[in-house]
């Protein structure tokens, strides 16, 4: 006899689903971002410089909430790749202000709207009425995280 769906099950759990849906988030940047050969971190962080040049590794940590380990290989293989350049910052000799290269800027300028589109993808998979509200409870969640 099969078991009764009692409520508690993963199609319950917000930890699950968030995780589902963040990789389904992440395979839809990838099929529309392909050509620009970045993933939806190295887009973040990409994306945050060009609003923001000059930040610090420790800024983009705090900017984007992604940890030191991950975004110092981020770092690492954007400047490998040409798209992002490093100093020493003026004001703290020991960290590095991070800005864009103009092989960057391309990239970031031909990514911005392959990124828009995979939202526009991924929130197309709600109805139309809920996707403001959609995009507000995740900022409450990640809002709420930062206490």
């Known amino acids: ?6 409520g508690n099950g993963l199609e319950h759990s917000a930890m699950h689903l968030l995780h589902r849906a963040g990789q389904f988030a992440n395979d839809i940047f990838l ?29 983009l940590v705090e900017k984007t909430g992604i940890d030191r380990s991950t975004l110092a290989d981020i770092v690492a293989r954007l400047l490998s790749r040409g798209l992002i350049k490093r100093k020493r910052a003026k004001q703290d000799g020991r ?22 589109a995979a939202d526009t993808r991924l929130l197309s998979k709600l109805p139309p009425s809920k996707r403001e509200e959609f995009l507000e409870s995740l900022n409450l ?4 995280g930062k206490d």
């Open 95 to 116: 960290a590095y202000e991070i800005r864009l290269t103009r092989v960057g800027v391309k990239t970031l300028s031909e990514a911005q709207p392959r990124a828009m």
């Open 31 to 59: 099929l529309e971002a392909s050509a620009c050969h970045l993933t939806p971190r190295q887009f973040t962080v990409l994306a945050t410089v060009g609003e923001s040049e000059g930040l610090t590794q420790t800024d």
């Open 141 to 144: 969640i990640v809002e709420g």
């Open 1 to 6: 006899m099969g078991q009764r769906d009692t």
